[in-house]
């Protein structure tokens, strides 16, 4: 998990960054775009063709547990969730949390449409205009790797963001298991306190604060296509704990996916996949 490490930046609007007018699908991308045409991303989206160079990745991303968040100085060791200790969802609640750092809860999924759309209007929220269908593939196949394609979502927290004191919202607090790394064999417990959103616009809106202030040369690859490098670069700074490969590949072949099947199926798809905006 990564903690701000400039919490009075983190916290205030950050200055949009110039937009890349890049429109090429990136290097390891654009190939397998080309050469695989509508029904081959078609097939890839159903998971029946391989992306060349990449493993196959054999575990249903629909399935797989969920990383956890960040916003932490230092990372932690790789966890899976303790569903019993996170208490069902409360008639009386909204946006995941029973009051100011309580135990999480699990709010109402998502579709993957549904998610790509949240992310689009954040996005607009925060720079003014709408996102390209490379960055918003890549943050639909980071938070759908995050949030179970959107079927695992709390306190409309996008990206499984953390916080630290300079937080000034509500938040509530969630719990781990994880291996010890000095015993792999054994596990240890471990509690997370996340922010909370009143709407999930706010939490995707959150999301991309913390993308232009503290990753902005993931999104950067993100805008020439190059997922691999974006994955790589959210490793490099430790936004994930986990094994490498299996992030690194999962969200390589999702951002295909978003691409090839999810974004096309938004009211509005992103440009180049849909009409270019207005300036």
């Known amino acids: 998990m990564k903690l701000d490490r400039d919490s009075s930046k983190r916290d205030q609007p950050?200055?949009?960054r110039a937009f890349s007018r890049t429109n090429t699908l990136g290097r390891a991308s654009v190939v397998v775009l080309a050469g695989l045409g509508v029904a081959g991303l078609v097939a890839l989206a159903a998971g029946s063709t391989p992306l060349p160079g990449v493993a196959?990745?054999?575990e249903d991303l629909r399935t797989a547990p969920e990383p956890i968040g960040r916003d932490d100085p230092a990372p932690i060791p790789a966890v899976r969730d303790v569903t019993a200790m996170v208490h069902a969802p409360g008639a009386s609640t909204s946006n995941g949390a029973e009051a100011d750092g309580s135990a999480c809860?699990?709010?109402?999924p998502l579709t993957e449409v549904q998610l790509a759309e949240v992310l689009q209007?954040?996005?607009e929220a925060f720079y003014g205009r709408p996102a390209s269908a490379n960055r918003l593939a890549c943050a639909w196949a980071h938070c759908a790797f995050e949030h179970g394609r959107g079927t695992k979502l709390f306190g409309n927290n996008l990206g499984h963001i953390t916080t630290t004191g300079a937080w000034l919202g509500p938040t509530c607090v969630k719990s781990f298991t994880h291996k010890v790394s000095a015993n792999p064999n054994r596990w240890a417990s471990s509690s997370q306190t996340f922010r909370v959103h009143p709407t999930l616009e706010a939490g995707a809106l959150d999301y991309w604060k913390l993308m232009d202030a503290q990753y902005p040369h993931v999104m950067i690859a993100c805008d020439r296509g190059d997922?691999?490098?974006a994955a790589r670069e959210l490793r490099r700074r430790n936004y994930f704990t986990g094994p490498e490969d299996r992030y690194v590949q999962s969200l390589v072949q999702l951002y295909m996916e978003g691409l090839g099947s999810v974004l096309t199926k938004m009211a509005t798809p992103p440009w180049?996949?849909?009409p270019?905006?207005?300036?």
């Open 272 to 274: 180049p996949i849909g």
């Open 105 to 108: 809860v699990m709010q109402a």
């Open 227 to 229: 997922s691999l490098a």
């Open 56 to 58: 196959t990745i054999t």
């Open 276 to 279: 270019k905006p207005v300036r």
């Open 14 to 16: 950050a200055t949009p």
């Open 121 to 123: 209007a954040g996005y």
